[in-house]
C-alpha cells in the first residue's frame, strides 16, 4: 500500500490542524494505521494508532485529549485531528500501516511509510 500524508503548515499554539492520509489500494482495511512524528535530532515516536475496523484508538501520552485519529475505509483515508497545538508538537508527522493484527505503536513493527508532512507550532 502506498501512502501520503498531507495537511500540515505552520500555525500558532492553540490552534487546531487536521493532517490527512491517503492510500492507495484494494486492502485498505486490512491494515491498522498509526500517525508517529519525528522532531528534529530527536527518534521518530509513536502518536496516534487506529485499528482495522476503527473501532480502537490510542494514543501517546502527550497527546491524548488534544489529538484524535479516525478512518474513513470507504475512502481509503486516515485523519489525525490536532487541537490545542503546543510549540513541541512540532515534527514531521508521517502516516503508517501494518497488517497482520498488528497494535501501530512501534514505528519497527510498521511495514509501509508515507512521506512526512511538516508541521510547525509557533508560540
Known amino acids: 500500500v502506498q501512502l501520503q500524508a498531507s495537511g500540515g503548515g505552520l500555525v500558532q499554539a492553540g490552534d487546531s490542524l487536521r493532517l490527512s492520509c491517503a492510500a492507495s489500494g484494494r486492502t485498505f482495511s486490512s491494515y491498522a494505521m498509526g500517525w508517529f512524528r519525528q522532531a528534529p535530532g530527536k527518534e521518530r515516536e509513536f502518536v496516534a494508532a487506529i485499528r482495522r475496523s476503527g473501532g480502537n484508538t490510542y494514543y501517546a501520552d502527550s497527546v491524548k485529549g488534544r489529538f484524535t485519529i479516525s478512518r474513513d475505509n470507504a475512502k481509503n483515508m486516515v485523519y489525525l485531528q490536532m487541537d490545542s497545538l503546543k510549540p513541541e508538537d512540532t515534527a514531521v508527522y508521517y502516516c503508517?500501516?501494518?497488517?497482520?493484527?498488528?497494535?501501530?505503536?512501534?514505528?519497527?513493527?510498521?511495514?509501509?511509510w508515507g512521506k512526512g508532512t511538516l508541521v510547525t507550532v509557533s508560540s
Open positions: 503508517a500501516a501494518v497488517g497482520g493484527g498488528v497494535l501501530p505503536t512501534r514505528p519497527q513493527d510498521m511495514d509501509y
